[in-house]
């Protein structure tokens, strides 16, 4: 699904209109009633009595008709209505209409003694939306700070929370919310980490408008950023069907390079992922201390043994392998680092590049050149700002992340609670699934596997990425949602990635 700039929804926004024949009024009302049908699902009238602060334009326009409509559903609601600036017309008709009805409605201007929601208040945030074009100061900032204090509510953000801009950092004071309800189509700054703790659990409510094609010649020009939201409907669409007939050669043969003295269940958890995500055959590099562990722990990969005793420093032939996974567990020494140069150097295909080898190439940046066109990389941020410097946010991040993709010719990932996925093509995608019980060791070794083995099933390198994350994240949902997120092993993801297909096939058919 497409992500959209301020600018794009507006725009959408205007074409719908247009291409509808409707007032920007029964627009406004349209999206109200879509929010307040996903809302009603989550809330009851009995979860609490709703307090709906409003603002002066048409998010305050949608809190004034949002409140009017769970009113008439039989919520015990009162609205706040801040008087800041003028009024946008569909505001003030909203506002007009809302103060016709019998419930509580206090007018609140700066300088007034802020209004203290009581304990079990559900608290509707329509002050500002995507038209926030400064940040929040002076009273309205300290009304905003008070209220993320305040314990015992609940927060909800219509359409974002107010303060935060809809596409770049957030400066000044931003609503704290518990549960955001985006109107339409997502905006990008949901998606950066830094404003996770802002938008709290995200539902996106759908309602009709426009193509969005009419609009994406829409500004900001020269953007780089997400532009994608990965989907559950989409990315069941790439998983590729079996043949009868198909056997383990159809399926690839991996080789995984990883794992190092006291390393070693990096090499294990990402060569199980490989197999689990489909491929016919693994064969793993690994150091000869390694190789008992491997045998023992995963017997249906193959192995081949290093000279060295403690790491790798040299992978023999390299030409049967559909695809290559290299970097968990590797280690950073020297001899390694000539290893995996010598991979580089006679590899052609796209290989997937994590962790150890990541830090081995930000160690020699002349590595960087000899990667295969289409490789896929999966750095943290750690990682990522060992390979390409440091950068001051999420916005500047995913710019320099989508334009070295671009240049480079690679898929390059940044993994965080949202991974986005670069790829040469300028897509950037952003990830849905996963969850903070994946915080724990060893899941992005999974993750490589995962990927490897895509690869060897013949994936193209943008769709085993994209595929692969989904898949990734949602197999950590399934695991959390069968074990807890505290309870959560990298092995747990893996062991789950079966539950995950099945869930992308029910979707497909
Ligand atoms: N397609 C959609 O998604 C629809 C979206 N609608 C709503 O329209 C909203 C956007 O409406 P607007 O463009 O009127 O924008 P806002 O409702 O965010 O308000 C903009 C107003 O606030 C003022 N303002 C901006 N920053 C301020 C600050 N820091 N301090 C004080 N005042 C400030 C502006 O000067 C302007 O008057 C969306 O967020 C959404 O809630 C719906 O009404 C219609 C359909
Ligand atoms: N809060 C979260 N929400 C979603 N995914 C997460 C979250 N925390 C971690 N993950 C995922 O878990 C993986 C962790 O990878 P990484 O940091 O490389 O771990 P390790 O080095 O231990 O294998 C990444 O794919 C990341 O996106
Ligand atoms: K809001």
């Known amino acids: 699904m497409q992500i959209l700039s301020g600018q794009q929804l507006r725009a959408l926004d205007e074409m719908t209109v247009h291409e509808e024949g409707i007032t920007s009024l029964e627009l406004m009302e349209r999206a109200v009633t879509a929010f307040t049908g996903s809302f009603c699902k989550q809330f009851r009238p009995s979860s609490g009595p709703i307090l709906i602060v409003c603002g002066t334009g048409n998010n305050g326009g949608d809190g004034f008709a949002t409140a009017r409509q ?16 003028k009024r946008s017309p569909d505001n003030q008709a909203n506002f007009n209409a809302a103060k016709r009805l019998d419930f509580p409605f206090t007018l609140l201007r700066a300088g007034n003694p802020f209004p203290k929601p009581a304990p079990g208040v559900i608290l509707i945030d329509a002050l500002l939306g995507t038209g926030l074009s ?8 300290e009304l905003i700070e008070r209220w993320n204090e305040t314990e015992d509510i609940t927060r909800v953000a219509l359409d974002v929370p107010s303060g935060l801009p809809a596409d770049g950092p957030a400066t000044g004071a931003v609503f704290m919310a518990d549960h955001t309800f985006v109107l339409g189509y997502p905006k990008v700054a ?3 980490p830094e404003n996770a703790v802002y938008v709290g659990e995200m539902s ?4 009709k408008l426009s193509s969005v094609r009419t609009v994406l010649h829409v500004g900001p020009e020269g953007d780089i950023r997400p532009n994608q939201m990965l989907t559950e409907g989409y990315v069941a669409t790439l998983v590729k069907k079996r043949g009868n007939s198909d056997h383990k050669g159809t399926f690839g043969h991996a080789l995984l390079v990883a794992g190092s003295f006291g390393k070693m269940g990096a090499a294990v958890i990402a060569a199980r992922a490989v197999l689990r995500a489909g491929a016919g055959l693994v064969t793993c590099h690994v150091p000869r201390s390694g190789y008992e ?5 995963f017997p249906e ?3 081949t043994v290093d000279a060295h005793w403690y790491q790798t420093t040299g992978v023999g032939d390299l030409s049967q392998y559909a695809t290559i996974g290299i970097g968990p567990g590797l280690g950073t020494e020297q001899l390694t680092a000539a290893a995996l140069r010598d991979v580089l150097t006679r590899y052609a295909k796209p290989l997937v590049i994590d962790a150890d080898a990541l830090n081995l190439i930000a160690q020699s940046p002349s ?3 000899l990667i295969p066109k289409g ?9 990522f700002e060992r390979l390409f410097g440091k950068t001051a946010d999420s916005f500047a991040r995913w710019r320099v992340q989508g334009e070295a993709a671009k240049r480079n010719e690679l898929v390059i990932l940044l993994k965080t609670n949202h991974t986005t996925i670069a790829t040469p093509t300028g897509k950037i995608y952003v990830n849905t699934t996963g969850n903070p019980g994946m915080g724990t060791a060893g899941t992005g070794d999974a993750l490589t596997g995962i990927l490897t083995g895509l690869l060897a099933q013949g994936y193209e390198p943008a769709t085993a990425a994209t595929l692969g994350v989904y898949l990734h994240g949602l197999a950590g949902d399934l695991a959390a949602e069968a074990l807890s997120q505290e309870f959560l092993l990298a092995e747990d993801v893996v062991n789950h990635v079966g539950a995950a297909y099945q869930e992308l096939a029910r979707v497909r058919n």
């Open 70 to 85: 769970l009113h008439r559903a039989g919520y015990n609601t009162h609205v706040v209505a801040a008087e800041f600036g």
């Open 134 to 141: 400064r940040p929040l100061e002076g009273y309205w900032a």
């Open 190 to 192: 949901i998606f950066a």
């Open 204 to 207: 996106l409510v759908k309602f």
């Open 293 to 297: 562990i491997m045998q023992i722990s």
């Open 301 to 303: 990969a193959m192995c």
């Open 367 to 369: 590595l960087f050149a």
């Open 375 to 383: 490789s896929i990389l999966t750095p943290h941020p750690k990682e």
